[in-house]
């Protein structure tokens, strides 16, 4: 199958780092492939895995949208398809709670295509609240045929990151890429505006599946925040490279000029 991207947009998603991952990854003989933080999974969807896949993600509605896209993309695609891009039918959309399963994907992707920046977020009671884009868009409907196939044979499940630890086995490669914000001077500002996205406790969990990974002779990737703690937790586990890039999504006072993030992984340099 060629190549094909992510069909979704996602904050924080690494379309722009898949040159350096394939050219970092070029001739690994690696086992069974994990993305424990899939978002979009652009890294994935990138690639031809020889083994088994395993995705996974902590958002239920990403990974419904997922499942229910492996299972049957038609029945998905015949709920899009009733909907108008429009800012009338986009707030009606919003407002609804489908309980059909293939509904409840296709009102996601729906959603993800037509609001704002294509951010998810939730209020306190759990419900999407991002306004309308102001551009009509359309779901790549020809896309998701393409994406259920390449999501036959995988392993999707909602879970905490730390539950693959139980499945790596030697030879392995993990594709790690935490949620965090574009990094920022000020270390304060960077840890405690993480908190609400993945706190400093959480990136010493995910310290502590690395150590795990490289014991069991695995391979991992690690994509992160270009910041002083991240580097301090980080910097033993491998090999760490400085990566720069556009930043491309975020809200009216958002910083969106170049940003540098951290790549950490124990794959060796080649000659």
């Not at 000020?186 to 609400?196: A, L, R, S, V």
């Amino acid at each position: 199958m060629a190549q094909i991207t992510s069909f979704i947009r996602w904050a924080g998603g690494k379309s722009w780092l898949v040159p350096y991952v394939k050219e970092l990854i070029e001739g690994l003989d690696y086992n069974n492939y994990f993305e424990p933080f899939m978002g979009g999974a652009s890294i994935f969807f990138s690639m031809e895995h020889p083994h088994q896949s395993y995705l996974s993600d902590i958002n239920p509605e990403l990974v419904n949208t997922f499942c229910a896209i492996k299972d049957d993309p038609q029945a998905v695609i015949s709920f899009i398809k009733g909907y108008r891009s429009d800012e009338e039918s986009y707030y009606k959309i919003r407002r609804s709670n489908p309980k059909n399963y293939f509904e409840i994907a296709a009102r996601f992707l729906y959603l993800n295509a037509n609001s704002f920046n294509g951010i998810y977020r939730v209020n306190r009671q759990g419900q999407y609240n991002v306004p309308y884009g102001k551009k009509e868009k359309n779901v790549n409907c020809d896309r998701l045929i393409e994406i259920s196939e390449k999501l036959q044979n995988v392993d999707i499940q909602c879970q905490d990151f730390y539950k693959i630890r139980d499945l790596i086995n030697k030879r392995d490669l993990v594709f790690l890429d935490p949620p965090y914000t574009v990094s920022k001077n000020n270390n304060h500002f960077f840890i405690q505006y993480n908190q609400h996205l993945f706190s400093l406790d959480d990136q010493y969990r995910l310290a502590d599946l690395i150590e795990y990974i490289i014991s069991q002779n695995a391979w991992f990737i690690l994509t992160n925040a270009h910041n002083s703690a991240i580097l301090e937790i980080f910097q033993s586990t491998g090999r760490v490279i400085e990566k720069e890039r556009k930043s491309l999504i975020g809200g009216k006072n958002a910083f969106r000029g170049n940003v540098q993030e951290y790549i950490f992984t124990n794959i060796p340099e080649r000659n």
